[in-house]
């Protein structure tokens, strides 16, 4: 799981979908972070979320070696992030897929 979140995070950043230290883009606001909505729609998009809270919860929950949760997100960006590159929903679905994985046993 952690080389696929790292995968992620290359393809993100090859298509220009990561925020760098120089983007337009600034880090979402405390506030924005704490969003109760799925996805923190209602604050950032989706490739925002990715970045800022997905990616970094995942390192968390890896780094920590606890339990990887059931997620399915593909499902979400296909509707949410529509200009998605086809390389970056494959890879949410590789992610979705080694969750399930995880949580079959």
Do not use: C
Request: glycine residues 2%; hydrophobic residues 45%; charged residues 15%.
């Amino acid at each position: 799981m952690a080389s696929a979140i790292e995968t992620l995070v290359l393809l993100m950043d090859n298509e220009g979908l990561w925020p760098s230290t120089n983007s337009t883009e600034a880090k979402p606001s405390e506030a924005a972070l704490l969003s109760q909505v799925p996805f923190a729609l209602d604050t950032m998009g989706f490739e925002s979320w990715l970045a800022y809270v997905f990616i970094p919860k995942m390192r968390h929950i890896l780094s920590a070696q606890m339990p990887i949760p059931n997620m399915s997100i593909t499902p979400a960006a296909e509707q949410y992030f529509t200009s998605a590159p086809p390389a970056i929903l494959d890879q949410l679905k590789t992610i979705d897929g080694l969750s399930s994985k995880a949580n079959s046993n």
